[in-house]
């Protein structure tokens, strides 16, 4: 989270509050900016996983996009 202010991303908690639908903060970020947030709790969400990456080792995969670049280049 950064301060909608200066873009600051060393904040603190002032305030917590909570009710039946949220919870509000209050927060200040270390240029002494302070502003609320609201935080809403989403029902039934799914899950959303990392895809999984190939397993190719680093000289691989530059060796890979150097010839399709190349490739690609040439025609």
Aim: proline content about 4%.
């Amino acid at each position: 989270m950064m301060c909608p202010r200066c873009g600051s991303e060393t904040l603190k908690v002032l305030d917590t509050r909570s009710n039946p639908e949220f919870v509000s903060r209050k927060r200040q970020c270390e240029n002494n900016h302070k502003f609320y947030t609201k935080e809403y709790a989403i029902s039934e969400t799914q899950i959303c996983e990392k895809p999984e990456t190939a397993k190719i080792s680093g000289s691989s995969i530059l060796s890979t996009l150097w010839n399709r670049t190349w490739n690609s280049g040439s025609t």
